[in-house]
């Protein structure tokens, strides 16, 4: 039976006040040592895991790494929970460890949903750091789940509750949902109770990946025996950097073999994603980051080379150059009213503005639709007027409408080069004075050619 509240521990040592946790390998509780005045966990072993024929195999691994993390804490890691004390108590072993103040990430994620890349990845590197620590030490946390992260508020991440002697537990106590940390533990700890420092890896990514989408990963058990497929987290949240999705990917590799083989290794894929905000700096230090951006600068292409890069795609407003002095040679030829020129010429404007904003808003994709429904209203109002007038119009929307497909079906980039170096104010004034300056080519044109008959 668990122990319950105020009963007292060591002559009264230690006073029980709570139940903190209770899973398929231990009981934590909350306790007051009473001659500190400190509020303290106690965790010990299940009492119902006596039955087990595995048991002082157990509880001879819960001493022997009760006591490495005890040698641990003397000399205090700051993302590690301190150990105490190590007891015994009638038959049970007790081993006594800092209370952490804070939330765990597991709380974090459901009250705020999915943490910034930028807030996590800190306290993600810090608790591999740590991990490390234990790894050096010759021990396997093997529960960096996020209820064993406890994120408090000066910044710091805190490992606790170290999952001692899991592989002597019975199969049916494994870590799937027993802890809590379904899909966060790899499958080679569930099946065979590995305790290669991989396994810390995969929980801690794993972790990482809940901690940016709020959705807990697929289960390595179903990706293993089922076939099925971890969604990367940059589909999740789209917002996370490329780097910071290949560093989970890698770290949650099915296979052990497959994933970086050390803590230090993986530290060294997330350090690449330079997630971590700027640190408030020192007035001493300020002169240095002050050189570093004048280099920086020193490296950025001057305004001259930058300008050089808006490409005008000429092929294209050639053809729309010509397709208009068709049409104003034709509308010349058939000595249309000036009504028939000034909706002719508004006509042009409003095929200009239709591609500018087809090209700014969506791309070349829809530029043959947007012209196409200009060059129906040329149409309608050129028949309207006189067949020659007519025949002028539907030409050039004809040419206009090609030119869009082509553009569209085969030559795309033009219109994206446009899109990407003008604004669409820029693009209409750019094809509104091409159309206009084809009219008035083409009127000029008729006069010079038949000056003389």
Known sequence: MPWIARQQLQG??????????????????????????????????????????????????????GRTLAKLS????????????????????????????????????????????????PYIRQIGEALSVVHQAGLVHRDA???????????????????????LLPKTLSSKGIAGNEGFAPYEQMSRGSREPTVDVYCLVATLYYAVTGQRPTTSLARKLDNTFLIPPKQINPSISDQLNQAILKGMALEAKDRPQSMQVWLAMLEQTKATPPPSVAPVQKKAVVRSKAKLLEAIPSKPSTKSSKIIPWGWLIGVLLSYLLTGYLLAASNAPYIVWAVVGAVAVAVAWAVAVAWAVAGAEVVAVAVAGAGAVAVAVAVAGAGAVAMAVAVAVAVVVAMAVVVARAGAGAGDELQKSFSKFHSFLILASTSSLGLGLGWLGHRIFNTGT
């Not at 899973?23 to 087990?52: M, R, W």
């Not at 800092?98 to 459901?110: I, K, T």
């Open 145 to 167: 789940h996020p209820g064993n992260i406890m994120v408090q508020r000066n910044g710091k991440a805190v490992l606790i509750d170290f999952g001692i002697a899991k592989e």
């Open 12 to 65: 009264g040592k230690y006073v029980i006040e709570q139940v903190l946790g209770q899973g398929g390998f231990g009981i934590t509780y909350k306790a007051l040592h009473v001659e500190l005045n400190q509020t303290v966990v106690i965790k010990t072993p299940n009492e119902y895991l006596s039955h087990d024929p595995e048991y002082e195999k157990y509880i001879k691994r819960f001493i022997q790494e």
């Open 74 to 121: 003397q000399d205090p890691h700051p993302y590690i929970v301190g150990v105490i004390d190590f007891f015994r108590e009638g038959a049970t072993q007790c081993l006594v460890m800092d209370f952490v103040e804070g939330e765990n990430l597991f709380e974090a994620v459901r009250r705020r949903g999915a943490l910034p890349e930028a807030e996590i990845v």
